[in-house]
């Protein structure tokens, strides 16, 4: 196991190198730039070139890059230019972290808590009515646009039925902040109607992001209940006459739910790391949200450090899911 | 657990029947194709203690005959038909709950591919402790010493460890011990086993069966031995059944079938053995045809097209399985001479 973590870890910083690279390359290949962001299109060549000098970026590349590598390693990832300007990168995303972390949990919740029952059920009775139901669901589910569906969501009940807030965190209640996860804040500093308020800003957002999962983890999960319910060893388990509950438990679930796991640690890092949509429709303050607005006008400090997070937010929870992997699936375990 | 520690075999006029098949036939109904009838009206009895082989070739509706008695066939597509009476209960309309608390306690069941029966991600000793957990009340703690002595039983070696084992960590004579031992675990009065040697290396094949033999004879436990390899037939059984497309052609005590087979099948099936003693290099004569030529039983003998001496009957009239005083039964117009 010691062995397989170091190969593991050795990888994931060769993959945050090299994707470093090609992110800083590309940056900066895009049109505008900095420059011309902050300074607009009027700005003369002379105010241009002081600014471009000023930001180093008449430097050969490779210098650039080697500079912001070299101040990486030391935790400094540059200065925000529009995102905040003047703010550190660093603080930016982490002050954002919370926010798109506790909205990604509570839509793995809902994709989970939906998906794994429904998808066992679908299995069970495979091409019933029940199941034929479900399957479209799905489909449904996976094909509907992330921004189309946040909008008819806000429309239908935050807007027209006012049920649910119409956008943002929490409502203005001079809530104490500890973690900046409002939820948990509420909880610890005993002002429950913060954590109720946070709950209710995060219905619609969290339905809206975990749609897709509950559609992926859904399907995965059928189709592995399915393939396990004709295992011998299902057969085995029957022939000794246990319990349907431990059948199911230990005999079915356990081995279907091998697949499901890798599913869901996929599915986590892309909702950390790709609930741009989401999160602008709902104005909800997270990493997301300042990606979207970091891109706009290039903020090259903010989108690098939101980008690299990212990534390595995705290549830890793999690894998460191998080690996952390995406590349940013996197998694995010695190779 | 039966008291009675009969020798195989002797006891064939004395007790009733502690299984007894009538009749029964599985029709399968998929949506969209025809009906098939996998097993057609099957009927033998099983004393205790006694071992019974169902015999023939894939297909023959062996394997079906056995999970219908189980109750392990697939809740839909499928017609079950006729009665399975152990020990006074029809098994085939029992209500499922109570077949659940028959399963693995009073008929338990071993199967064909040691590996895909065994659950890869739950160590062997507790697949045989949660048999234990389940049927005689123990808890898993109190059930762990059993099943270290029920591995040792079956002669798995270093039983301690294989307990915390996982099936991939066992050979395949090793996991078909492990599933032996959680088939018997519960001492249940019969065994059904389905081709419990086929995906075993030969010298392994002659192990399991000798232990099987060995533990059956102990503990007086009945067995069914399905299998479509005589050798094993000879080695182990006291009566022996031979399917042909669902229904038993031939029947006969062990020594009887073997010294004069009398249906065209059975001998068929006997020549098609390759033997050790013969010329080097002499065919081998198996049957010609396969099952998909059959005829349907309705209105002629299935095994006519297959056969090596038909007359006219065999394709315009349905043989009848008749039986004679000795516990024989053939279903043939034209059976092969008796030697003897």
Partial sequence: MARFLIRRLLQMVLVVFVLSVMLFLWLRALPGGTVSAILGERATPETRAALTKALGLDEPIWVQYGKFLWRALHGDFGTSTRVLPGADALDIFLTRLPATIELSAFALVFAVALGIPLGYVAARRANSPVDSGLVILSLVGVAVPVFFLAFFLKYQFAVDHNWFPVSGRQDNLSCTRITNFFVLDGLLTRELDCSASALKHLVLPSIALGTIPFAVIFRITRASVLDVLGEDYVRTAESKGLTARVVRGRHVLRNAMLPVVTTIGLQTGLLLAGAVLTEKVFNWGGIGNALADAFQYRDYSVLQILILAAALIYVVINLLVDISYAIIDPRVRTR | ?340
């Fill in chain 2, 1 to 340: 657990m039966t008291a009675t520690a009969t020798t195989p075999g002797s006891s064939r006029h004395g007790d009733e029947p502690l299984l007894s098949v009538r009749d029964l036939r599985v029709t399968f109904t998929r949506q969209g194709e025809d009906p098939f009838t996998a097993v057609d009206g099957v009927s033998f009895d099983v004393r205790p203690g006694q071992t019974v082989g169902l015999v023939g070739e894939s297909g023959c509706g062996k394997s079906v005959t056995s999970l219908a008695i189980m109750g392990l066939l697939p809740a839909r597509g499928n017609r079950v038909e006729g009665t399975a009476t152990f020990e006074g209960t029809d098994l085939l309309t029992l209500a499922k709950d109570k077949m659940r608390d028959r399963r693995g306690r009073d008929i338990a069941m071993i199967f064909q591919d040691p590996l895909s029966s065994l659950n890869p991600v739950v160590p062997i000793g507790r697949q045989v402790t949660e048999v234990l957990e389940r049927h005689k009340s123990m808890s898993r703690k109190a059930a762990t010493p059993v099943a270290r002595e029920l591995l040792d039983r079956v002669g798995i070696p270093d039983p301690d460890r294989r307990l915390t084992d996982y099936p991939h960590q066992l050979s395949g004579g090793m996991r078909q011990r492990a599933l032996i031992a959680m088939a018997l675990a519960c001492e249940p009065r019969l065994l059904i086993a389905d081709e419990p040697t086929t995906a075993l290396d030969v010298t392994i094949q002659a192990q399991i069966l000798g232990l099987l033999k060995e533990l059956v004879t102990e503990s007086g436990t009945a067995l069914v031995m399905i299998t479509h390899d005589l050798g094993v037939v000879a080695g182990l059984c006291d009566e022996v059944n031979v399917l042909y497309g669902g229904r038993i052609v031939e029947r006969g005590r062990r020594h009887e079938l073997f010294a004069s087979p009398r249906h065209p099948y059975t001998t068929g099936l006997l020549a098609s053995i390759p033997r050790l003693d013969g010329a080097r290099g002499a065919p081998l004569t198996p049957i010609p045809g396969s099952v998909a030529d059959n005829l349907p039983w309705e209105h002629a003998c299935a095994f006519a097209p297959r056969c090596s001496q038909p007359v006219d009957r065999c394709t315009e009239q349905s043989p009848e399985l008749e039986h004679d005083d000795g516990g024989r039964a053939l279903r043939c117009f034209n059976p092969v001479e008796a030697t003897s």
